[in-house]
Structures are given as C-alpha cells and as structure tokens.
C-alpha cells in the first residue's frame, strides 16, 4: 500500500482562524500531541512574522524528536534566514517557502510580472538550499493559476532544488475532479517531477477540502496537509483526521495509508479545541459529538442488532470511548428498553410499556432525555404504583390580599387512612407545605422551587420542580397540574414519596441478600 505523509499546519494554518492565538506553552502542548498522533511534518510557524512565533517555532523544532519540523517563509532572504535560525536545532528541519502563481495574485498582490515571479521563487529556493536539506516549495493560489505556467515555475524550482511541490487550492475554489486533472497535467508536463513528494493543501471554502485532498491522493499526492478539526483561515484546511479515517476506513479504495494513530485523534481534537477555543461543531466528522450518536428507533434498533449496520467507523478506532443512544423523540422500544436496562432498572413488560408511551408524550415537547430524565420516568412510573405512599385527595387554599394564606389537604396515608390537616404560611405555596408536613409527619426543608410552564398559552399546564431534604435524605419531585398551586403541592408530594419507595426498594433488597 502507498504510503501518504501527512504534514500538520495546525499550529500554522490552523492558527490563522480568526479569533485564534495561541502562545507558545500552548503550541508546544500541541506540538507534542501531534507528535503523539503520528504526523509526519508539523508546521509550527512562520518564524519571521514575530518574536512570539520564531521562539515558539524554535522551541518545537528543539523539542520534536519523532517527526520533521519546517516553518513558513515568504520568498525573501530574510524570512529564510529567521526560518532557518528557528529551525537549524531540530531533529529533521525543512524549509516551506512559497510564492503566489495565479494571475489575480501576481498582478494585484505582488505586483510582478510572471517572468519576474519565477525568478523570485527559484532565487529564494537556491538561497534556502544553502541551509536545508529538505524544501519544500508552493505555488500558493495553484488552482487559479494558467497551467502552462504552473508547470513552468514547478519545473524551474525543482530544477533549483526544491524536493516537495504543494499545490495549494489557497482559496477553496477547485473542485475534485478539477484537482485530480491539476496533479495529471504537472506528471505530464513537468520535467523533474519524478522526483519529488507532490502535495495537497486545501481550503474549505466550498466545503470540499477533505474530498479535493483525497482526489489528490487518486491522482499521485505523496503528502495531503491539513489541520486538526479543520480550523484555519476563513472556512479553514481539510480536517487531517478526516482523512487519515478515510484513508483507513476505505483502503479497498484509495490503497494508501498513513502513520496516524488513530485512537490519538479525539484527544488531539479536543486539545486542540480547548487551547484554540474553537468548538467543534456536533455534526463533524470523526470528532463531533454527534458522530457516535443514534437517535431514530430504527438505527437504535439495527445498531443494538449489531453494530455495523450503521456504524462504518468504530468509536473506540478514533479514541472515542463508544457510542451512545440519545433518547428523543424518533427512539423506538428496543433502544428504551436498553436504556432502562443499562441505568440498572428492572421494569415488568407492563410498566415498561406505561413508561415507553409517557416517554413518547413527553418526547413531542422535549428534545433529549438524560439518564436522569429517564430515570425520573420509572421512578414516577413506580411511585405512580405503588402503595407505600401519600396520595393527594384535595386541597383548598385561601388567599387574599388583607388576610393570611391558608390551606386545608386531605391526604390518603400509607395505610391508606384520610390524614386531613390545616396551617397557615408566608403565601400561599408556604402554607400549603407546611400544611403536607403536618400530614407527612415529616420535617421537610425546602432545598429548590422551580415553575414552568409546559406550553404556551393560558391553558397551559403548570410544571413544579423541587428539592428537598427528608432526614438527611435528598429528594426531587415533579408535579404537573393545570394550576400552579396544585402542581407546587403534587411536586412536594412527589419528592416525600420517592423517598418511601426507595427506603422501600433497599429493605427489599436487604431482605433478599440475607
Ligand atoms: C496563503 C497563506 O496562508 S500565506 C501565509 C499567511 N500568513 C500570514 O500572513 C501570517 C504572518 N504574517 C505576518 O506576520 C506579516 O504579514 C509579515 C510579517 C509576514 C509581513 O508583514 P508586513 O511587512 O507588514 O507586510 P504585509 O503583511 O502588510 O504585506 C505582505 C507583503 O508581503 C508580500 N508577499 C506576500 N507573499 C509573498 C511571498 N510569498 N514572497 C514574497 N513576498 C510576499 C506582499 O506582496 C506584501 O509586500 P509589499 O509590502 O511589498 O506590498
Ligand atoms: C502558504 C500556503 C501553502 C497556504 O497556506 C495556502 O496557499 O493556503
Ligand atoms: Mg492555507
């Protein structure tokens, strides 16, 4: 299998995003990892363009050890020199200088002639080859460039000894099948190109980069440059994770392969987003939150089946610990019932079924369910059931403005006798509590109140949540109602009840252990 080196701009690049600085304790972190990962060539800098960036990148070359170093530098002795000063002390330096080609950028920007610009490029790479072993030269802009004079200037600097071509899409302009015919027409057309690495560097600008890289490497790339997470300029590069998974992934296809560990990838992903401050986006490939996740009923269910019917990338191949069900609104039974098994639950067909359609219900208005949630759902659906409880029987509350709130609640105990009291309270919510406290037999102290509506409009339920404490014990409960002091007494109920069914489910389980 061809062998493809894959060179990191991450610190290069990668951080040109807007937004994004990274000091130079950070990029050594970087640094670090990447050497971890497996890249073959990290760009650590542009060494002329500060103080910050030639100690940083100096630093990283003296550090590396197991992959090669090279800095950026503009096709000026003096951003060579600065480069080669940075550089001169690792392990395996090389140079990267390049030189716009395409027209717009000759004209405009450089304000040179093409005659002039091949000139310039072959100068700056003969003055680079007294310091470096290795060069590598790009035409930056290649996929805007005439080809006739791509090939020229390729031809003319690999006559002056430059040993790696990149032939960046600066702009993310090309597309693949465009870029392919690019490497083609330089193999056909340039004298020399046999030997030297040819390279892909890709922008994302059109949401190609990954694909135009991989086109490359079709059509003769030895190298694919990239950047973690994609970060970069504007759009950002191609995400080099992506394709060192794609490379792996589909090997039957592209029959190349890379040194990328893989299973370094989401702890260099993450890295990289936690110094850059750049998140990623739940939906990318590989590293997105998202890209391990099923949610519809019918994936759950294939993937609880086995695996592959919709997973082509295992999680634990990337460093990612495994893959996840996220309970909404499109989950089926199968993928529920593993849930509830997995949180440690065991539930009769019967409540399973009650609980899978209170879970539909709820599902139409909420988008995901934690564990929590789910596990709030068979807890209730257990103290729904059981009999070791309170159960509210009726409440009266009376408020006015000149007069002390109190409540009355009747309550049907756990021996299922009528336990009726009364108190008085601050407002209305705290007369109704202290009247259950007087009912419960309880001390209950207050932790939480929270109220929601669940809909809107002025028919809409009222959501009570609380959380208290009962002997030392915490507890949550929920109550729903169409008005709110109702839903405040259901919520308090609730949480005194899962204490009872809990201290109940631990006797039995006491019971049975002995
Ligand atoms: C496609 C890419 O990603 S290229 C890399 C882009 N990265 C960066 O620019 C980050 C680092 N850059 C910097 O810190 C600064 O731009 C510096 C230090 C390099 C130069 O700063 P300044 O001297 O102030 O110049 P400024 O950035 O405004 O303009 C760039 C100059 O370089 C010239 N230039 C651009 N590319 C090249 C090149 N490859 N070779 C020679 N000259 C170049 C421009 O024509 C312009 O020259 P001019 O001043 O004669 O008009
Ligand atoms: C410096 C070059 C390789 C570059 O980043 C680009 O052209 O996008
Ligand atoms: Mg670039």
Redesign the pocket.
């Given at each position: 299998m061809r062998k493809i080196n894959l060179f990191d701009t991450t610190l290069?690049?990668g951080e040109?995003s807007a937004g994004v600085n990274l000091n130079a304790k950070e990029k050594l972190q970087i640094a670090l990892q990447l050497e971890r990962l497996g890249v073959d060539i990290m760009e650590a800098g542009?060494p002329?363009?500060?103080k910050g960036?030639f100690l940083a990148v100096q630093e990283i070359a003296r550090k590396i050890k197991n992959c090669s170093v090279t800095g950026?530098a503009?096709?000026?002795k003096t951003?060579i020199d600065a480069a080669w000063d940075a550089l001169k002390d690792g392990a395996n330096p090389r140079l990267h200088?390049?030189?716009?080609t395409s027209p717009i950028h000759m004209q405009y920007?450089?304000?040179q002639s093409p005659e002039q610009v091949i000139e310039?490029a072959v100068e700056?790479v003969k003055y680079a080859s007294k310091y470096f072993p290795l060069i590598q030269w790009s035409a930056?802009?290649a996929c805007r460039s005439e080809l006739p004079f791509l090939a020229k200037i390729v031809e003319e600097v690999i006559a002056a000894g430059a040993n790696v071509i990149n032939i960046?899409d600066?702009v993310g302009y090309i597309n693949p099948k465009e870029y392919g015919e690019i490497f083609q027409y330089l193999k056909s057309n340039v004298k020399g190109i046999d030997n030297v690495i040819l390279s892909a560097h890709c922008h994302d600008d059109l949401g190609m980069a990954v694909a135009n890289s991989l086109a490359a490497i079709e059509n003769g790339a030895g190298q694919i440059e990239g950047t973690i997470n994609g970060i970069g300029?504007r759009a950002g590069n191609a995400s080099l994770e992506e394709i060192g998974v794609a490379l792996h992934i589909r090997s039957d296809y592209f029959g190349a392969k890379t040194n990328m560990k893989l299973d370094e990838i989401k702890k260099t992903s993450d890295l990289v987003s936690k110094l850059t401050g750049m998140m990623i986006p739940p939906n990318k490939a590989v590293v997105g939150k998202n890209a391990f996740a099923h949610e519809s009923g019918i994936h759950q269910d294939g993937v609880l089946k086995e695996k592959t019917t919709y997973e082509i990338i295992s999680p634990e191949l990337v460093g990612v610990g495994s893959n996840s069900m996220v309970l909404g609104k499109h989950s089926g039974r199968h993928a529920f019932k593993s849930k509830l098994s997995e949180l440690g639950f065991s539930v009769t067909e019967e409540e399973s079924h009650k609980i899978f359609k209170t879970f539909k219900t709820l599902s139409e208005k909420k988008k995901e369910f934690t564990d929590e949630d789910i596990a709030a759902l068979v807890i209730e659906e257990k103290v729904e059931r059981s009999e070791d409880m309170f159960e509210l029987v009726s409440l009266q509350v009376q408020y006015g403005t000149s007069q002390v709130p109190t409540a009355t609640v009747t309550l049907k105990n756990q021996e299922q006798q009528l336990v009726q009291e009364a108190a008085t309270g601050g407002g209305s919510v705290e007369a109704i509590y202290n009247t259950l406290e007087r009912c419960t037999g309880f001390t209950i102290k207050l932790q939480d109140y929270r109220i929601q509506s669940n809909s809107s409009g002025r028919d809409a339920f009222a959501q009570v949540f609380v959380r208290v404490m009962v002997g030392g014990v915490e507890s949550s409960g929920r109550g729903m109602a169409q008005d709110v002091l109702e839903a405040s007494a259901k919520a308090y109920l609730n949480a005194v009840n899962r204490i009872l069914i809990l201290n109940a489910q631990a006797e039995e389980s006491l019971k049975a252990t002995v």
């Open positions: 290069r690049d040109q542009f002329a363009s500060s960036d950026l503009r096709s000026v951003d200088v390049f030189l716009a920007k450089l304000k310039t700056s930056e802009d960046p600066t300029e």
